[in-house]
Nanobody, 115 residues
C-alpha cells in the first residue's frame, strides 16, 4: 500500500498562484504514475495532470499553460504548480499514485479561488 499526504491548498484570489505537494510513503521509483485530480462540489473527480516515472506528462485542456506537474522520485514527492488561478479551479485536489496495478489516493486538499 501507499499512503499519500497532500499539502499546499488554500484560499487565493483569481490570478494568484499556489503550489501543491504530495509525499508518498513508498519510493518514487516504485510508483509508475503520480498525478493530481480534482473534484468540485456536485461534480465528478477529473484528471488535472499526471506524470509517469519516466517524466511523460498529461494535462487537462482546461489547465494547459497554467499548471505544471513535476516529480522528485528521490523525495517521493509530486508537485503541482498552479498559476493564473481562476474561480473555476476551485475544488478539492487529490493526489494519486499508481503502483502494482492499484491506484492510491490522498485525503485531498482544498483549493478555493475567489473572484
Amino acid at each position: 500500500q501507499v499512503q499519500l499526504v497532500e499539502s499546499g491548498g488554500g484560499l487565493v484570489q483569481a490570478g494568484g498562484s499556489l503550489r501543491l505537494s504530495c509525499v508518498a510513503s513508498k519510493s518514487g521509483f516504485s510508483i509508475s504514475t503520480m498525478g493530481w485530480y480534482r473534484q468540485a462540489p456536485g461534480k465528478q473527480r477529473d484528471l488535472v495532470a499526471t506524470m509517469s516515472r519516466g517524466g511523460s506528462t498529461n494535462y487537462a485542456d482546461s489547465v494547459k499553460g497554467r499548471f505544471s506537474i513535476s516529480r522528485d522520485n528521490v523525495k517521493n514527492t509530486v508537485y503541482l504548480q498552479m498559476i493564473n488561478l481562476k474561480p473555476e479551479d476551485t475544488a478539492v485536489y487529490y493526489c494519486a499514485a499508481d503502483m502494482a496495478y492499484a491506484r492510491y489516493w490522498g485525503q485531498g486538499t482544498q483549493v478555493t479561488v475567489s473572484s
